[in-house]
């Protein structure tokens, strides 16, 4: 495939009309139509959905049929009563995941790096990566058998040193702790991995050099590797930053129940109750809503990254 | 493989620091030092196995002893009545078997579009690839939401058919960045040009060279996409309605045991009724948790490697 501009042959050189390349590329432009059609369909055409944030959206009547009325879909939802609950719930829930999910794996990598027998490692890693792979709703129903007031092998375990039964999942500050709890215990072990590999990528020598000047495990960790992942961990903790109006639904869908709505009730929960009880313009503005604040944040902290001299996300 | 490679390296050097100073108070408070690692690295890994071996033993015990909350680690008492009704239980084995073929038919068709897209992408020469790429991954950051997926779905007359599980999700930009950054680096461009001047169509290419030569990718954005569909049970809770024979394993464990509004098939007929629920739930999170449990320690490295590759540039 020569470069347009050396092709002597053909009349025009330089710009080309979309024929010749059609005529040149029609099997790449194969390959792209099916997966662009889907986009299309099922992302594109999605787009279209949104509108209904700006409708007095009736199922009956239909996009066309239905009332346009403005931002007033807006300004019921911003004024409804669960609507700063939610937000303030989405942004705690997400605030203490960062504080808390966020630094356990690095501990756990650096602790990990000082391993040095094989079997034990990678054994250990294997079993730390296991949360990753199950579902939230297994994770949630493990969740509920373990944490029980009555039936919890935690609480029958307190009960039996002679404490009292803690309603972990059932009262609203102990289904705080718990859910971060969950959190830190999915996440921790995945998470080492990118620190890991970014660990494997540093220069022996520095360990070497550290050692000559008289440095010990502990200092090493300190001065050489903590320092050696420090890009890494800032890139991580501003992608965290962009993600801070998002969280998983299926987690808070899989972990909370009706006795704990004060802090269970976030965005994305919200947007289901309304879906639910048809307020279908109020739950797309929500969502809406949530979108165009997540992308804003994910540009301010890509451009974060980019300026802080790394790669950024985008 | 150049992780543990490298690993080796610094680990060999630490270890002939320590023979050459032979048995001082340093290597003693190193001796000491990794006891500490291995403890608190040993518990993290145990707490990610120990819910599941927990939750085992409990859906073999007798009832009695569940109730008494006896059962710990060691089943008390043999018996697989709990799982005997599961598999009498139509509706569950329904539900697998939904997961299953979804599962089956989204992966392949999720890979079939991305490894079509990725590649036609990857040509340096290809006009209108940036546009693409762009398209493509305005998606990723900016998604319409669920209201407007859902009413995409409805207008599709896609709601509460097999397809709803299947289509929106089965191409997914995350998975073609990844696949698309891989191909770009893996394999030299002169073999494509030398590919092409001997007149092998792009069909040719992809499947004769590109696809034999990157394997361990397309291993690991097929598991990525499986996996994500294994588990993934919000779409579902939207989508599927009116059909409860088409809802997935993960929807079905979250209508049982985490919401708890539906109880199995079997209960309503059977003579014997098992007085507590206990047992019943911690078999049916055995039962769909064990299709993950058994491949993860074989597709973990694909994970690793494919989260490696995402996180060059996400």
């Not at chain 2, 150049?2 to 050097?13: A, C, D, F, H, T």
């Not at chain 2, 007359?157 to 990844?178: G, R, S």
């Not at chain 2, 079905?252 to 007085?275: F, H, P």
Request: charged residues 15%; aromatic residues 14%.
């Amino acid at each position: 495939m020569g470069k347009n501009n050396k092709a002597p042959r053909l009349p025009m050189p330089g710009k080309k009309g979309a024929a010749y390349y059609f005529r040149r590329d029609w099997q790449l432009y194969l390959l792209v139509f099916l997966p662009m059609v889907h986009l299309f369909i099922f992302k594109y055409l999605a787009y279209s959905g949104l509108s209904i944030s700006f409708l007095d959206y009736k199922v009956a009547k239909g996009y066309f049929g239905s009332k346009f009325v403005g931002l007033d879909i807006f300004k019921k939802v911003f004024t409804h009563r669960n609507f700063l609950p939610a937000l303030r719930n989405t942004l705690l829930l997400n605030v203490l995941d960062l504080v808390f999910s966020f630094p356990m794996p690095i501990i756990l990598a650096l602790l990990l790096n000082e391993v040095r027998v094989k079997w034990f490692k990678s054994v250990s890693q294997t079993m730390l990566y296991l949360p990753h792979f199950l579902s939230w709703v297994v994770i949630g129903a493990v969740a509920y058998q373990l944490f029980g007031v009555n039936n919890g092998i935690i609480n029958s375990l307190i009960k039996s040193g002679g404490g009292e039964a803690i309603p972990f999942l059932q009262s609203d500050g102990w289904w705080l702790f718990t859910y971060v709890a969950i959190g830190v215990w999915q996440t921790m072990g995945w998470g080492t991995i990118i620190y890991l590999a970014a660990i494997t990528n540093l220069n022996p020598d520095l360990y070497e050099a550290a050692k000559v000047d008289g440095a010990n495990r502990w200092q090493q960790t300190l001065h050489v590797t903590l320092p050696g992942i420090r890009s890494t961990i800032v890139v991580m903790l501003i992608m965290q930053l962009g993600k801070i109006m998002g969280g998983s639904f299926e987690r808070i869908l899989a972990l909370s129940n009706a006795a704990v709505p004060k802090y269970s009730t976030t965005i994305p929960m919200l947007v289901y109750d309304w879906f639910r009880a048809n307020k279908f313009s109020e739950s797309t503005a929500l969502g809406l809503f949530q979108s165009v604040i997540g992308v804003l944040l994910v540009f301010v902290s890509d451009k974060f990254a980019k300026r802080m001299g790394e790669d950024g996300l985008l | 493989m150049s992780q543990i490679k490298s690993k080796q390296v610094v680990m060999n050097g630490e270890t002939f620091t320590i023979n050459k100073r032979g048995w001082t108070v340093s290597r003693v408070v190193n001796y000491i030092g990794d006891a500490i690692i291995w403890i608190i690295i040993g518990v993290c890994a145990l707490s990610c196995l120990i819910p599941f071996i927990h939750i085992f033993a409990k859906s073999v015990s007798e009832e009695a002893a569940v109730v008494a909350n006896k059962v710990f680690l060691i089943p008390q008492g043999f018996q697989l009545e709990a799982y005997r009704r599961i598999f009498q239980d139509a509706s569950l084995l329904r539900s697998m078997y939904v997961t299953v073929v979804v599962t089956i038919v989204f992966t392949a068709l999720g890979m079939f579009l991305t490894v079509c897209c990725a590649y036609a992408l990857t040509r340096p020469d290809f006009k209108g690839g940036k546009v693409c790429t762009v398209l493509i991954m305005f998606t990723y950051y900016f998604t319409a939401g669920i209201i407007p997926d859902y009413l995409l779905m409805n207008n599709l007359h896609m709601l509460d058919t097999w397809w709803c599980l299947i289509l929106p999700l089965c191409f997914a930009p995350y998975n073609l960045l990844i696949l698309k950054n891989n191909l770009q680096g893996s394999i030299p461009e002169d073999l494509f040009e030398s590919a092409r001047l001997d007149g092998a169509s792009h069909f040719t290419i992809l499947r004769k060279m590109v696809l034999p030569l990157s394997k361990p990718i397309l291993a690991t954005v097929a598991l990525f996409y499986a996996v994500g569909r294994w588990n993934a049970y919000s779409d579902a809770l939207y989508y599927i309605q009116r059909r409860t024979d088409l809802r997935p394993l993960q929807l079905k464990l979250y209508y049982l045991i985490v919401a708890a509004t539906e109880s199995l098939q079997s209960d309503a007929g059977s003579v014997q009724v098992m007085t507590n629920p206990e047992v019943m739930r911690a078999a049916c999170i055995i039962f769909a948790a064990v299709p993950i449990i058994c491949v993860y320690p074989f597709i973990q490295r694909y994970f690793v490697q494919g989260t490696m590759v995402g996180a060059v540039k996400g």
